[in-house]
Structure formats: C-alpha cells, structure tokens
C-alpha cells in the first residue's frame, strides 16, 4: 500500500506531518517513509537521524566516438532538449547541462558505436533505519544539477524495493511532474496546507491534481488558528476532498524541529492530533498486520 503527503505551496508543514504520521503508522504496519523531496529533503533533520548507506544515481550521457561519426546531425536533430550542437560539417558536441539522458540521440544513430555510453552523477540516495521502527529512503540532488525527475524515479524505486506493508511518501513543494511521479500509485493523497493567500491558492492546484489522478484526497490545515480556514473548507467540498485535521500554530512544534524530536512523542496537544490522524489512516487502510 502507498499514501502521499503533499502540499502544493512550500513550507506548509508536509514533512512534519509526514514524519509524525510515520512514527505513529509505524505501530500498525510494516513502514518505509520516501523523502522525494530531493532538491530539499529535510526528513532526516526532523527525525534527527543522520543519512546512511550512501549509493549514487547516474545519468546516461552521450560520448561521441569521432572516428565513427558520420556527421549526419540526426542526433541533434532528435535532441529535443537541444543539448547536441553541431559544427557546418556536422561534427556534434554535447552540452552537458541540457541533457536529460532520454537516449534519443543513441536511437536515431545510424552507425553502430558512434555514440558510446557514458554516465554523470546527478544525485545520491540513502537507506536509513530509524529508531523509530522504520525505513527512511533519501532522495538528494547534487548540487547545480537541474534535473530532479531521474532522482525521483530512482528513490522511489529504491523505497518500493525496501520490504514494507506501507510506503509513505513525502513529496517535493508545487504540482510538477516530480510531485505528480512521487503521487502516482498511491491509495490517499493527504494534503498539508495553510489558509493564507498562497497556501489556498496552491491548495486548489493540489487538490485539482489529485482529482486528476482519481486519488481520494484528504487536507490538513496547518496553523489553521492564522488565516481564512473556512475557505479551505469550501475548496475540500469543491473537489471531493475531506478535511482530516487541524494543526494550531504551535511553539511545540517548532521546538521540535530545532530538538530532532517528533512532536508525536511528546506529551502535548499536538501528538494527540498526529495520533488521531493515524488512526483514520488505518481505518481508510483496513488496518495493518
């Protein structure tokens, strides 16, 4: 089984919710939470664990071998990122930073061998135990790479492999294809918001995307006691949404970022909510083993 926690706009809070929600369904199932928020993943810093076991993602990149080149140009052609420039003899070079590895330019080469393999690092993925009593799998963008999708699809894959009954997953800011990829799959989509201008504008946007992918959705409303929750409300009805809880402006909570410890393990208000929120997960779930 998968759930999502999303959020549209950034900052909403999804990662603390996110990692509370683990540590509470860790108690009825089997867990692996994947951060796939891989150009700021933060799980780890709120569960204050460090990430471990260490592996690169590689991304394909064409290497021309020139002494079989036929400069014929349909590799740049193909390009549609435009990544293959060529000289007026149609001797091609490589612009690293524009390529995505798609490949094409290797399909369409009429001349076996004239473009080799090779590979450049985007990004690492982690495999952490928490002690917690479950899996956390880290996506991380290497710094000055662009391109976050191949991370994505990677981390997830690495997660799915982890043995797990329930895989949780905490998704990047906005509604592009990486949100939408980290998404796909999944049995619920909770949605983490706040009623300010941007964070109801952005709620639509999430709301709209998981009404897209035919994904019963739920919303939080984090610091729901600081803006115009109603309207949260009204936009949950709208798209067939249903929200689940409300999470007050709380110093707990922000202590518990700067202490690396999960405000559902304190004795306060605020665990209560991410204890209840837990429960209707398993009770949306059928309940676990």
């Known amino acids: ?120 690092v985007i990004g690492h993925t982690y495999v952490t135990e928490t002690p917690y009593g479950f899996t956390l799998v880290t996506g991380k963008l290497k710094e000055g790479e662009e391109r976050s999708m191949p991370l994505v699809v990677e981390a997830k894959k690495l997660a799915r492999s982890v043995p797990h009954e329930l895989l949780l997953i905490d998704t990047a800011a906005g509604t592009g294809n990486t949100v939408s990829k980290a998404i796909e799959g999944s049995e619920l989509l909770i949605a983490v918001t706040e009623p300010t201008p941007l964070g109801i504008h952005d709620t639509e946007l999430i709301l709209r995307l998981g009404r897209l992918m035919e994904i019963p959705t739920w919303v939080v409303i984090n610091r729901a006691d600081l803006g115009e929750r109603e309207r949260v409300y009204e936009l949950a009805e709208e798209h067939g949404a249903e929200v689940v809880a409300e999470i007050p402006y709380s110093e707990n909570i922000v202590r518990s970022y700067v202490e690396g410890k999960p405000a559902v393990l304190w004795d306060a208000p605020e665990a209560g909510i991410f204890r209840e929120l837990a429960g209707k997960v398993v009770g949306f779930l059928g309940g676990g083993e």
């Not at 540590?23 to 569960?47: G, Q, T």
């Not at 076991?53 to 014929?72: A, H, I, L």
């Open 1 to 120: 089984m998968q759930i999502a926690v999303s959020g549209g706009k950034g900052g909403t809070g999804k990662s603390t919710v996110a990692v509370n929600l683990a540590i509470a369904l860790a108690k009825d199932f089997r867990l692996v939470l994947a951060d796939l928020d891989v150009e700021a993943p933060n799980d780890h810093l709120l569960l204050g664990v460090e990430p471990a076991n260490e592996r690169p993602v590689n991304q394909f990149m064409p290497r021309f071998d020139y002494s079989r080149c036929t400069r014929c140009r349909k590799c740049a052609d193909a390009c549609e990122e435009h990544a293959i420039v060529t000289l007026r003899d149609g001797t091609p070079f490589l612009m690293p930073n524009l390529c995505s590895g798609c490949r094409a330019c290797e399909i369409v080469c009429p001349v076996p061998g004239a473009i080799q393999e090779a590979f450049k």
